[in-house]
């Protein structure tokens, strides 16, 4: 069998080293579009705690104490002076996204799955999806300008608010939701510790309130500056610190209605996207690759295997997009809520999702049955 992953991501990382195990003869090798040095990106939150937790990549690494991880059981919402805190129901991970990355591609390497970096970006000329047996397109949100075939083209839409992925040196021991209403609008930060010397601090805002601030002909500088005196008192006036290729942007939810199509299979955000509001695109990645190694693994006949992957998937990226659509509009209209203690703040947020069934159980469920396989 011969295979190439499209993407050195969680995904395909995922995926390629996973199956690599199980199937040591079949060639298997990955192309990445940037260099080795360029991941982008802060910290990430996994399930669980490593090795013990299927759900959590850093289980899969031999190093995996190497990486710096920090766990988090409590949930911290913050409404102007007002402040609620509860657990967080299950123990949170975060982890340095750079450093996961750079140990899933020394995991591949190890196990002999050539990466090679700087490659162009693929299209449909570029690349003799003959050549191959299977196309795995684990490319991220790339493939929204960047797909092979027209029944793979992602159906995109873009998100109310503006957000951005900030780093800061102030440690957040909670998993915090922060409002802050000011003379522009409400900004909201999402923070919480990845590391023992840095945490991630995302914060959104509605696309007036970024325009009446002023944002957008702000410097970097100047930007960083003012988001940093907007949350001086929960930064205890640290800085926030950017990354390059970070900047403000609409969310965009990117979806499919099939996983694959002839020998081309779809696999992480190139397959679904979900808002970081819901904290479980690293884990959709993890659970959506394992599925697709069973699949492999099972039958014999790719067009079988990936018939059999469609249908699993498929509906667990339905139920996915439905909690990240949810909870993305509840962000989108928090300005609605904003009279409301820090108490009936956090009971609204823990509530806005209870129609749909839990995706913690569906994400679960799917992992277990990915890792129980039998012989092909």
């Given at each position: 069998?011969?295979?190439?992953?499209?993407?050195?991501?969680?995904?395909?990382?995922?995926?390629?080293?996973?199956?690599?195990?199980?199937?040591?003869?079949?060639?298997?090798?990955?192309?990445?579009?940037?260099?080795?040095?360029?991941?982008?990106?802060?910290?990430?939150?996994?399930?669980?705690?490593?090795?013990?937790?299927?759900?959590?990549?850093?289980?899969?690494?031999?190093?995996?104490?190497?990486?710096?991880?920090?766990?988090?059981?409590?949930?911290?919402?913050?409404?102007?002076?007002?402040?609620?805190?509860?657990?967080?129901?299950?123990?949170?991970?975060?982890?340095?996204?750079?450093?996961?990355?750079?140990?899933?591609?020394?995991?591949c390497t190890d196990l002999l799955i050539p990466?090679?970096?700087?490659?162009?970006?693929?299209?449909?000329?570029?690349?003799?999806?003959?050549?191959?047996?299977?196309?795995?397109?684990?490319?991220?949100?790339?493939?929204?300008?960047?797909?092979?075939?027209?029944?793979?083209?992602?159906?995109?839409?873009?998100?109310?608010?503006?957000?951005?992925?900030?780093?800061?040196?102030?440690?957040?021991?909670?998993?915090?939701?922060?409002?802050?209403?000011?003379?522009?609008?409400?900004?909201?930060?999402?923070?919480?510790?990845?590391?023992?010397?840095?945490?991630?601090?995302?914060?959104?805002?509605?696309?007036?309130?970024?325009?009446?601030?002023?944002?957008?002909?702000?410097?970097?500088?100047?930007?960083?500056?003012?988001?940093?005196?907007?949350?001086?008192?929960?930064?205890?006036?640290?800085?926030?610190?950017?990354?390059?290729?970070?900047?403000?942007?609409?969310?965009?939810?990117?979806?499919?209605?099939?996983?694959?199509?002839?020998?081309?299979?779809?696999?992480?955000?190139?397959?679904?996207?979900?808002?970081?509001?819901?904290?479980?695109?690293?884990?959709?990645?993890?659970?959506?690759?394992?599925?697709?190694v069973k699949a492999l693994y099972e039958h014999?006949?790719?067009?079988?295997?990936?018939?059999?992957?469609?249908?699993?998937?498929?509906?667990?990226?339905?139920?996915?997009?439905?909690?990240?659509?949810?909870?993305?509009?509840?962000?989108?209209?928090?300005?609605?809520?904003?009279?409301?203690?820090?108490?009936?703040?956090?009971?609204?947020?823990?509530?806005?999702?209870?129609?749909?069934?839990?995706?913690?159980?569906?994400?679960?469920?799917?992992?277990?049955?990915?890792?129980?396989?039998?012989?092909?």
């Amino acid at each position: 069998m011969k295979i190439l992953v499209v993407g050195a991501g969680p995904a395909g990382l995922m995926f390629a080293s996973q199956l690599k195990k199980l199937k040591q003869d079949w060639h298997i090798a990955i192309v990445e579009k940037n260099t080795v040095d360029d991941i982008v990106g802060w910290g990430v939150v996994l399930p669980g705690k490593a090795p013990h937790h299927p759900a959590n990549p850093l289980s899969y690494l031999p190093d995996y104490e190497e990486i710096d991880a920090q766990y988090i059981d409590e949930f911290c919402l913050v409404n102007q002076d007002d402040r609620a805190t509860a657990s967080t129901g299950i123990t949170l991970c975060g982890a340095e996204r750079k450093s996961l990355v750079g140990a899933l591609r020394k995991l591949c390497t190890d196990l002999l799955i050539p990466i090679t970096y700087s490659s162009p970006v693929f299209d449909e000329d570029g690349l003799d999806t003959t050549a191959y047996d299977l196309v795995v397109i684990a490319n991220g949100i790339n493939n929204i300008s960047n797909y092979f075939k027209e029944a793979l083209a992602p159906e995109v839409e873009f998100g109310k608010n503006r957000y951005m992925w900030y780093g800061t040196s102030k440690i957040f021991d909670a998993m915090n939701l922060i409002f802050k209403p000011t003379a522009s609008g409400v900004f909201i930060a999402h923070a919480y510790k990845y590391s023992s010397t840095m945490s991630t601090f995302v914060v959104e805002c509605s696309e007036e309130t970024y325009h009446r601030s002023g944002i957008e002909s702000l410097s970097e500088a100047d930007a960083k500056a003012f988001i940093a005196d907007v949350f001086s008192i929960e930064l205890d006036g640290l800085p926030v610190e950017v990354q390059p290729g970070l900047q403000w942007r609409n969310f965009v939810t990117l979806s499919h209605t099939k996983a694959y199509e002839d020998n081309l299979v779809l696999l992480g955000d190139a397959l679904q996207t979900g808002h970081f509001s819901i904290g479980h695109g690293t884990t959709m990645a993890v659970v959506a690759a394992q599925m697709l190694v069973k699949a492999l693994y099972e039958h014999a006949e790719v067009n079988h295997a990936l018939d059999d992957f469609n249908q699993k998937v498929m509906p667990l990226m339905q139920l996915f997009s439905g909690h990240a659509s949810i909870s993305r509009t509840w962000f989108e209209t928090a300005d609605e809520r904003m009279d409301l203690t820090a108490a009936e703040l956090a009971k609204s947020f823990s509530e806005r999702r209870e129609q749909l069934p839990p995706l913690p159980a569906a994400l679960g469920q799917a992992l277990g049955m990915a890792l129980t396989r039998k012989e092909s």
